[in-house]
């Protein structure tokens, strides 16, 4: 079974940085790929980013996050990585990791994630 295991969350100041790991503790699929959702209280659950672990196919990302957010992967570690950039109040959220079996654009919807992760609050203070 693949278990996902988040850290790197943290209180940070507005405009600050934080990077958040997942690390996957096997895969056992082709093409899967590893996607970032984060959950604020009160909210549903929202698409961050995802990255698939072979190459030839560049990340997704919510527009709500392009060009603060970057996804990366350690193949030989088997971790991905969101770095968050330039972090505002309104990102505050559990951010939770999850692995698919399928790569596409259909990524964007947490019901094509087969395993999640237990999360890591990020918390950015004004």
């Known amino acids: 079974q693949v278990q996902l295991v988040e850290s790197g969350g943290g209180l940070v100041q507005a405009g600050g940085s934080l990077r958040l790991s997942c690390a996957v503790s096997?895969?056992?699929?082709?093409?899967?790929?590893v996607g970032w959702f984060r959950q604020a209280p009160g909210m549903e659950r929202e698409f961050v980013a995802a990255?698939?672990?072979?190459?030839?196919?560049?990340?997704y990302y919510a527009d709500s996050i392009k060009g603060r957010f970057t996804i990366s992967r350690d193949n030989v570690k088997h971790t991905v990585y969101l770095r968050l950039n330039n972090l505002k109040p309104e990102d505050t959220a559990v951010y939770s990791c999850?692995?698919?079996?399928?790569?596409?654009?259909?990524?964007?919807?947490?019901?094509?994630?087969?395993?999640w992760g237990q999360g890591t609050q990020v918390t950015v203070s004004s």
């Open positions: 096997e895969r056992t699929f082709d093409s899967s790929a």
């Open positions: 999850a692995a698919a079996g399928q790569w596409g654009p259909f990524l964007s919807s947490d019901n094509e994630y087969t395993y």
């Open positions: 990255i698939k672990w072979r190459d030839g196919d560049s990340p």
